[in-house]
């Protein structure tokens, strides 16, 4: 058995300094399940290697950036993804109200917005690790055509929710969610998994464990067999992520 290190010794990462073993993060026991390494910064760089290795960025303003790899981690595999009568429903008055799904969109719609929407405070959560820089990093992903959004926008064009998430060949990384509607942010998920599943992408990373995305159908995974699994599906061909309305027929049935 490999020993893991303390917390009083987590690893300090740079462009030039690689990420240690992911089975040295830390445990539930030491109250930080899966803290595996922290930067002073971020880059698209660090971003790549990270989710490569199946690691994710996620800490408060005021500290460094702190990387992480819990065990178990929770994965949507997209044959599992509950679409369930409630959820149709809500996408038949969407549609009717002349709503669109559109994936990459933008202007008021785009990446960065987006972005920003999702770090607006929510009455049970504050705070948000999604900083002006952890913006521009994923925005510039983004443009490098390995960050996309997908947004539900109004018959005016406003934005009514929406999700982005990281691609890296074949494996999709769902990253954050907002609803300024009501289900609005599981119409975007439930049209994001509906287009994706049936290029070959059978998994959804969704970080951590929530009763939310166990409902929709996620479950955790050990973290060896997720890093055994992102390693083939990462080095798969990447999707054609291009700007589009997505049709509502994706939700139908």
């Known amino acids: 058995m490999h020993p893991r290190q303390s917390p009083a010794s987590l690893a300090w990462v740079t462009q030039d300094i690689p990420f240690p073993p992911t089975w040295q993060a830390w445990g539930s026991e030491d109250g930080a399940n899966g803290l595996l390494a922290a930067s002073q910064g971020i880059s698209v760089r660090l971003l790549i290697t990270a989710y490569r290795q199946g ?19 929770m994965v949507l595999q997209t044959r599992n993804f509950r679409r369930h009568r409630s959820l149709r429903q809500a996408a038949r008055r969407f549609e009717a109200a002349g709503a669109r799904i559109c994936m990459n969109a933008e202007g008021l719609a785009g990446f960065p917005e987006v972005m920003r929407a999702c770090a607006a405070p929510r009455p049970d959560q504050p705070g948000t ?8 990093a994923y925005t510039e992903l983004h443009r490098q055509g390995m960050a996309h959004s997908v947004v539900l926008v109004d018959a005016d064009g406003q934005l009514l929710g929406g999700l982005y998430c990281v691609a890296i060949g074949g494996m999709v990384y769902g990253e954050s969610m ?42 955790p995974m050990p973290r060896a067999d997720f890093e055994r699994g992102i390693y083939d599906r990462t080095r798969r061909p990447a999707l054609l992520w291009t700007s589009r309305t997505l049709p509502w027929s994706l939700l139908h049935g």
């Not at 690691?55 to 981690?73: C, G, K, Q, Y």
Request: net charge negative; proline share 10%; charged share 15%.
């Open 55 to 73: 690691i994710f960025p996620w800490s408060n303003p005021s500290e460094p950036v702190l990387w992480w790899t819990p065990d178990p981690r």
């Open 129 to 136: 690790w999604i900083t002006p820089a952890i913006i521009e």
């Open 178 to 219: 907002f609803s300024r509607a009501t289900d609005a942010s599981k119409i975007c998920l439930a049209a994001l998994v509906a287009w994706v599943q049936p290029q070959g992408v059978d998994w959804i990373d969704c970080q951590q464990q929530t009763g939310h995305l166990a409902r929709l159908g996620a479950a």
